[in-house]
């Protein structure tokens, strides 16, 4: 018997291994198969039984590698001299332990705090989910993670990152290079959390072929996106006439994530945030959750919970001392 295996080329390095050494562990492994690895593709000649063998056995090390991003020589001796796959089995969820995946290099990444945890039910059972909330409450980070999981789990073809490119103090036109360079710092946040979460060389092919898309929100007139996992970062940026451009670009079997922060708005005075009053204009329908994240999901340095309060405390009592002004002026 023999067969031919074709592998995506932007994993073959961590499947063979440094210097083809895992395919040489699985040539000592099962003496009896001829192994041989060329580019992406791998030719399995022998025996019928043998070769059966090992193709079941090869199945779940490629999808091992699908799940955890690696393969060592631990994960093949296991694999191997298993009986049968039951120590193997993809929880149909997704979520063992509120895991969502397992990033580059095994890295898990998890829903760590209960509005987090909230995101990923949400997600499971809703098509359109909107997560508010204060800087560092994971937001961006969980819902890419969602995404990047329906990705490897084929749930969706292809997945959408955009932002508005709204200046935060710095003046857009005066950064140097070409539009593309001019918006990648407003994007990088997204690249961020992709590179913790999938080898780098299967990363830059879903780049390139677009598999994964990073975009301005400007980018999104006019399409219509099917079989999507988008994600719409920084939504407080975004006013009513961009949300619901945005929002009606939904197409068939795509899942749509709305993410942002209400008190970092960095829209012109004249400009209204379309993010402040969504939750009423889209309240009760069906398949539309909101989850709104607090001071108690900030994930980042402990400093950073208190910097929010000290603001909040900040804002309340200029809003305190505007009121008795105006009273006293009545």
Same mark, same amino acid.
């Given at each position: ?12 390095? =961590? ?11 699985? #040539? ?9 690895? *060329? ?14 063998? @090992? ?15 690696? +393969? ?19 929880? $149909? ?12 290099? =095994? ?5 760590? &705090? ?14 359109? %989910? ?13 819902? %890419? ?16 990152? &955009? *932002? ?54 400007? @980018?999104?007139?006019?399409? &219509?996106?099917?079989? /999507?996992?988008? +994600? ?15 929002? &009606? #670009?939904?197409?068939?079997? /795509?899942? @749509? ?15 209204? $945030? ?13 398949? +539309?959750?909101? +989850? ?6 900030? %994930? *980042? ?15 309340? /009592?200029?809003?305190?001392? #505007? ?8």
């Amino acid at each position: 018997m023999e067969r031919n295996i074709t592998l995506d080329p932007a994993n073959v390095m =961590g499947i063979y291994g440094h210097n083809n050494s895992n395919i040489d562990l699985l #040539r000592n492994i099962y003496p009896k198969v001829k192994i041989i690895a *060329r580019g992406n593709e791998v030719k399995v000649m022998g025996e019928d039984s043998e070769v059966e063998l @090992f193709l079941s056995r090869f199945e779940l090390l490629l999808k091992h590698f699908e799940q955890f991003g690696k +393969i060592n020589e631990n994960d093949i001796l296991n694999i191997t001299a298993a009986e049968d796959d039951s120590f193997y089995r993809m929880d $149909s969820s997704g979520i063992v332990d509120n895991i969502i995946l397992h990033g580059r290099e =095994g890295r898990v990444i998890k829903a760590i &705090t209960p509005n987090q945890r909230k995101m990923v039910a949400s997600a499971a059972t809703n098509d359109m %989910v909107f997560a508010i909330g204060p800087a560092g409450t994971g937001k961006t980070y969980t819902a %890419v993670a969602l995404a990047v999981r329906a990705l490897k789990n084929k749930q969706v073809r292809r997945v959408i990152l &955009t *932002r508005p490119a709204v200046e935060a103090g710095e003046n857009l036109g005066f950064l140097p290079g070409d539009l593309r360079d001019k918006l990648d710092p407003y994007l990088q946040p997204l690249y961020d959390a992709l590179w913790d979460m999938m080898p780098m060389q299967k990363l830059i092919s879903y780049l390139d072929d677009k598999t994964i898309e990073i975009a301005p929100l400007a @980018f999104m007139r006019g399409r &219509t996106l099917d079989n /999507a996992y988008v +994600i719409l970062d920084e939504a407080q940026n975004a006013t009513e006439s961009q949300i619901k451009m945005f929002l &009606t #670009r939904m197409g068939r079997n /795509a899942k @749509f994530f709305i993410t942002g922060d209400i008190t970092q708005i960095d829209l012109p005075k004249h400009q209204k $945030s379309g993010l402040i009053h969504i939750g009423k204009v889209l309240k009760d329908i069906k398949g +539309i959750d909101f +989850i709104y994240m607090d001071n108690g999901d900030v %994930v *980042r340095h402990q400093l950073v919970t208190k910097i929010i309060q000290r603001f909040e405390q900040w804002e309340e /009592a200029k809003q305190q001392e #505007r009121q008795e002004r105006q009273e006293s002026r009545e």
